[in-house]
Antibody, heavy 121, light 109 residues
């Protein structure tokens, strides 16, 4: 069965950096687009970034553009999110998520359980 | 940026029908997806491409989309349907790409 397991969350000071990882299994990782979606405590879902199945295209939310970088290693079935210049408003649970199908605008059919990132001094 | 507006809350008695709206400019021209999220859990896809259901999702969940409003309908509501629900679209006309609605808390009375 599909499994997405995030890791790398924790407490970091404002201005600091963190790299999240997502280990994928149970499907052909190299065939699907992948997302990072976050949820601040008590708030709604916010899409963060997307990467195409082959890494050829990457899209970012305005709120993280220039600070976050999404990447993937299809040989390791792993998705990454490099987060730099972190701010208090980046505090959230970060979910790794998989596209249901090929093509732009696909819905998300599987989500990880999330990893908490807390930006605080 | 493209904005999706949902009512903050909807209350419904067991066995009745809950309708959750998602408003957006000409949303009828886009494909709308709906997610259910229970406390402490990851979201679950319940309807995609306006009205399709993933395998394992009960037929009680249905969707429609026209004009400026998309709607998720939950028929014969059960206590287990109590959750937050989010609509989502892909907006190719802006830099925001994947947009989530503001979310609706469904309370089963």
């Amino acid at each position: 069965q599909v499994q997405l397991v995030e890791s790398g969350g924790g407490v970091v000071q404002p201005g600091g950096s963190l790299r999240l990882s997502c280990a994928a299994s149970g499907f052909t990782f190299s065939s699907y687009g992948m997302h990072w979606v976050r949820q601040a405590p008590g708030k709604g879902l916010e899409w963060v970034a997307f990467i195409r199945y082959d890494g050829s295209n990457k899209y970012y939310a305005d709120s993280v553009k220039g600070r976050f970088t999404i990447s993937r290693d299809n040989s390791k079935n792993t998705l990454y999110l490099q987060m730099n210049s972190l701010r208090a408003e980046d505090t959230a649970v970060y979910y790794c998520a998989k596209d249901l199908k090929y093509g732009s605008g696909s819905p998300i059919d599987y989500w990880g359980q999330g990893t908490l990132v807390t930006v605080s001094s | 940026s493209y904005v999706l507006t949902q009512p903050p809350s909807v209350s419904v008695a067991p066995g009745q029908t809950a309708r959750i709206t998602c408003g957006g400019n000409n949303i009828g021209s886009k494909s709308v997806h709906w997610y259910q999220q229970k406390p402490g859990q990851a979201p679950v896809l319940v309807v995609y491409d306006d009205s399709d259901r993933p395998s394992g999702i009960p037929e009680r969940f249905s969707g429609s989309n026209s004009g400026n409003t998309a709607t998720l309908t939950i028929s014969r509501v059960e206590a287990g349907d109590e959750a937050d629900y989010y609509c989502q679209v892909w907006d190719s006309s802006s830099d925001h790409f994947y947009v989530f609605g503001t979310g609706t808390k469904v309370t089963v009375l």
